[in-house]
């Protein structure tokens, strides 16, 4: 083999460190997609699994019921007379009881773009944001979908959601409320903005990196679209 490579001319021998080289990177790029798969793999296989607890939709009496298989209940009153329902979801092992101020059937006829759950989940970074001088149902509508994207409950457990503020607020002293809108969302950064509209709805912009949850000012419309985002994002409803 030595006395034959010997006699290679420049070209041949050129020609064969080309086809080695050819052949090295060919070898390295099988190996980079095989652990990009296997990573792929072992990650979705951690990724949270929400499991219905029944079949179909089932009305079980005393304000209970069955939606798409999971369990709804009416857990009680508010001093305003408004009703308080339990959604109870399978994390992997385990049960978790979620309050939402709305069932389902309150607010399954709600709009909702297409994807924007997978697209809020695949989110590494969250604010969740609003205007600072808007009433307190907006911020009600915060803390819904807040709630179940943080560590409170374990269910998505993201520890990089935050909460802010559209423009300064009025306290002068506030430090803890970043300025974040619609600008600054990323691939990386989704912004959930929590907005007035005359109708109630989920929707995306800014390449789907910025989610508006809107409704009515003076009304309950932007807690019952934050819920129906909620019941998307457990997969009660699509």
Not at 1 to 8: F, G, H, V
Not at 15 to 33: D, G, H, M, P, Y
Not at 93 to 113: K, M, Q, T
Not at 188 to 193: A, D, F, G, P
Request: hydrophobic content about 40%.
């Amino acid at each position: 083999m030595e006395d034959a490579r010997l006699d290679e001319t420049d070209d041949e021998r050129k020609k064969r460190e080309q086809r080695s080289t050819r052949n090295l990177v060919f070898a390295v790029l099988i190996v980079l997609a095989v652990t990009a798969v296997i990573i792929f793999l072992t990650m979705r296989s951690s990724q949270t699994t929400l499991t219905p607890l029944g079949n179909d939709y089932t009305q079980l009496g005393d304000g209970r019921y069955l939606f798409n298989g999971f369990s709804i209940q009416r857990a009680g009153k508010l001093s305003t007379g408004e009703s308080i329902w339990t959604i109870f979801v399978k994390v992997n092992a385990s049960v978790y009881g979620v309050d939402l101020r709305y069932d389902p059937l309150s607010v399954e006829a709600i709009p909702v773009e297409k994807y924007i759950s997978e697209r809020i989940i695949a989110a590494d970074t969250i604010f969740l944001t609003v205007d600072p001088a808007s009433s307190s149902r907006y911020v009600m509508a915060m803390t819904d979908v807040g709630k179940v994207l943080g560590t409170r409950y374990a269910i998505y457990n993201k520890e990089k959601v935050y909460t802010a503020f559209t423009s300064p607020s009025p306290n002068v002293n506030d430090t803890l409320h970043p300025i974040v809108t619609c600008d600054d969302a990323t691939n990386q950064t989704v912004v959930i903005l929590f907005a007035d509209a005359d109708v109630p709805g989920v929707r995306a912009v800014n390449n789907y990196n910025c989610i508006i949850v809107q409704g009515k000012e003076g009304t309950m419309d932007v807690v019952k679209a934050a819920d129906r985002l909620v019941y998307g994002l457990f997969g009660v409803m699509h």
